[in-house]
DNA sequence: CTAGGGTTAG
């Protein structure tokens, strides 16, 4: 038997209401409710006047938010049982939700069901509302199931609460059950249920609705729309619903902007924040968040600099200091990034794992491996992504032993379970050190599927250590798993052009031209004066082409006197053998970074972002241009980076 | 009384 029936007999609510100069008290509104009729007709001790004087109390420390005295008073209240009106309850549950004061809020609870006193469905509302605030779900289910009705506010209130835990079957099948139950959803329904969507199929199902209802032109359902879309990826029908609204706010904004620049779209998510201040809205720190990472993903260091001066402006906000420092890093600039951790005025797991992360991946292993034990002396727990970096730092350093101390022991030290990318770094770990087979017998071993990056890494080392029936093996399982994978196919063809396999290098050919695999084209990328200028493998339509050319012939030219030679001997090279020196000349980094000498000031750091792994050739080039020319060159590739000074590389050539 | 945006890996 629940609360409500429990109570219901007893209860003859006697309302009270009287003028507010009565009161004395100018901000109020109160009437009080009272169970207890028979007992002031026996002549009880407490008069009217004294019952007026108790809930009057009560209302004004609800108003004034005081919530112990407010509490004091509701306990008297309780003995005299006295009630309050539903809208002072609510200004207490909210002062409660306030103060994080649980046990005060489930007095509060307890009063207003005692006695058989029966709340209005507004105030369960409200009381729905503060078990949701407070994290209880399973409370905020058990009062729902035990109203004796509920409205669009109710079944939304727990609709929401459950898209907010991630809890998206809990959430749907509420909607329907909310739909069964002929209560129509409304646009706080709906801009809330759209975060519980599964998919797409799913998404299209409740964009139909919310059309059918006439939702869709609520601001909230809109952004909403426009937030889901763009995180299944379907930007352009995000885009599409984004450019119909008529009033946009900062809020919409933001989520297009956020969901290009997450979907690492950062060129269209910065060209629409150049939309977004045309059209009069100010960045707050959600937008410059995203803009961040924009800059991170182009690797924009100047303008990811003018966006710091923004940030400055603002109260600090961690989530926007933690993209300022991925931008640092990923940009290569690891003063910068230092300079930003060490200023932070808080950090959390996802602080402490961007410099993690930052050290390795531009190769200062032993920084990581370091800040990762201050982070463990720090009281902020690790997480799997913190291990992720830590492995990452191992395995780019050959630290062979440090690594799988940290592999075999995350679970006991960390309570972290290895998972796919945790096993891919061990094998990249034991592939680069020449274990390739105890690197294949960990695959085998793994809890998870291995899946084709897995693989990839195997392939990686193969490739490293010249073993060309393992790298065939390690091809053939990536193939299987992804078909279009350009790379593989044509190293595998190589390696059977290198056994005179020609009928097998034929059948390959044919399956690439079949499936319409195409090899994305190297480019790199570089920053200069405000511009983004790229260079594409065998494209010619950069202004000043010629000119670099030229340049980067006489370059070469001298580099060959220092004892340069172009390195076409890589065993498993991607590219067939007459074409192979040629290539290398015109690899795309070697333009950018000509380009970059030509156009940066003298001593400025070169810069360039690529799209795919540096090859050999192109590394040889860089540190011997950078001890020719004393310059610094930073290389970002898809996996890591390479600062290039005095002839070294401090990846220790080891990638 | 119920609703929307941002950060770490690959």
């Given at each position: 038997m629940n609360l409500?029936?429990?109570f219901k007999c007893y209860c003859i609510p006697l309302s009270v209401?009287?003028?507010?100069?009565?009161?004395g008290i100018s901000f109020q509104r109160s009437s009080f409710y009272s169970g207890a009729a028979t007992e002031w007709s026996t002549g009880q001790s407490t008069s009217f006047s004294?019952?007026?004087?108790?809930?009057?109390?009560?209302?004004?420390?609800?108003?004034?938010?005081?919530?112990?005295?407010?509490?004091?008073a509701l306990n008297s209240m309780q003995k005299h049982k006295l009630w309050a009106d539903a809208i002072t309850y609510a200004e207490l549950i909210k002062c409660c939700i306030a103060h994080s004061a649980i046990k005060q809020g489930k007095i509060v609870h307890q009063h207003v069901f005692s006695n058989g006193y029966e709340p209005k469905t507004f105030l369960i509302n409200t009381l729905l509302n503060m078990y949701v605030k407070f994290h209880l779900l399973d409370e905020a289910q058990v009062l729902f199931d035990q109203m004796p009705e509920r409205n669009v506010v109710s079944w939304t209130t727990l609709i929401a609460a459950y898209s907010n835990a991630e809890l998206k079957e809990k959430a749907l099948e509420m909607l329907i059950m909310m739909l069964r139950d002929g209560v129509k959803p409304n646009m706080y329904t709906y801009?809330?249920?759209?975060?519980?969507?599964?998919?797409?199929?799913?998404?299209?199902?409740l964009h139909c609705c919310i059309f059918k209802?006439?939702?869709e032109s609520d601001v909230f359902v809109r952004s909403a729309l426009v937030d889901i879309y763009a995180k299944w990826g379907e930007l352009q029908a995000a885009l599409h619903i984004f450019n119909e609204m008529v009033t946009g706010d900062l809020v919409v904004w933001n989520s297009i902007i956020g969901g290009f620049a997450q979907n690492s779209d950062g060129d269209e998510a910065l060209n629409l924040y150049i939309r977004m201040k045309r059209s009069g809205f100010k960045a707050d720190q959600s937008t410059l968040t995203s803009v961040l990472r924009a800059c991170t993903s182009l690797a924009l260091l100047e303008l990811g600099r003018q966006v710091h001066v923004h940030v400055i402006k603002f109260d600090r906000d961690l989530v926007l200091d933690n993209a300022l420092l991925d931008m640092y890093c990923k940009c290569g600039s690891l003063e910068d990034a230092n300079c930003t951790f060490n200023q932070m005025f808080e950090k959390d797991v996802i602080s402490w794992s961007t410099m993690i992360i930052g050290f390795a991946q531009n190769g200062y292993s032993q920084k990581a491996l370091d800040l990762f034990k201050v982070m463990r002396t720090s009281g902020t727990q690790p997480n799997y992504i913190t291990v992720l970096g830590v492995l990452f730092a191992c395995s780019h350093a050959g630290l062979v032993?440090?690594?799988?101390?940290?592999?075999?022991?995350?679970?006991k030290l960390f309570g972290i379970d290895p998972g796919r990318e945790h096993y891919g770094c061990m094998v990249d770990l034991l592939g680069r050190a020449g274990k390739l087979e105890e690197a294949t017998k960990l695959i085998h071993e793994m809890k998870c599927e291995p899946d084709a990056v897995t693989w990839r890494t195997l392939l990686g080392a193969c490739r490293v250590h010249r073993n060309m029936d393992l790298a065939e093996y390690a091809a053939k399982q990536i193939l299987n798993l992804d078909p279009h994978d350009a790379g593989t196919f044509i190293l595998l063809s190589n390696i059977y052009a290198k056994s005179q396999r020609w009928e097998d290098v034929a059948n390959l050919r044919r399956s690439m031209t079949d499936g319409g695999v195409k090899k994305e084209p190297g480019c790199s990328w570089i920053e200069i004066n405000k511009q983004i200028h790229a260079f594409i493998l065998g494209d010619k339509s950069h202004p000043k082409i010629n000119a670099i050319h030229e340049e980067l012939n006489q370059i070469i030219g001298r580099l060959k006197e220092e004892g340069y030679v172009p390195d076409t001997n890589f065993v498993l090279q991607d590219l067939e053998g007459e074409q192979m020196e040629n290539s290398l000349l015109y690899h795309s980094e070697k333009l950018a970074i000509v380009f970059g000498m030509m156009s940066l000031p003298k001593g400025k750091t070169v810069r360039i972002r690529k799209n795919l792994r540096i090859c050999g050739d192109c590394h040889v080039f860089a540190k011997l241009l950078a001890k020719?020319?004393?310059?610094s060159i930073v290389i970002r590739d898809p996996i890591r980076y390479h600062h290039f000074q005095d002839g070294a590389c401090s990846c220790g050539d080891y990638w």
């Open positions: 409500i029936s429990r209401s009287f003028p507010l100069s009565l009161l004294n019952q007026i004087d108790v809930v009057n109390e009560f209302t004004t420390y609800c108003y004034q938010r005081d919530l112990p005295k407010a509490m004091k801009s809330s249920v759209l975060r519980a969507c599964n998919g797409l199929s799913n998404l299209t199902q209802f006439g939702l032993e440090d690594g799988k101390y940290y592999f075999e022991s995350m679970k020719m020319e004393n310059r």
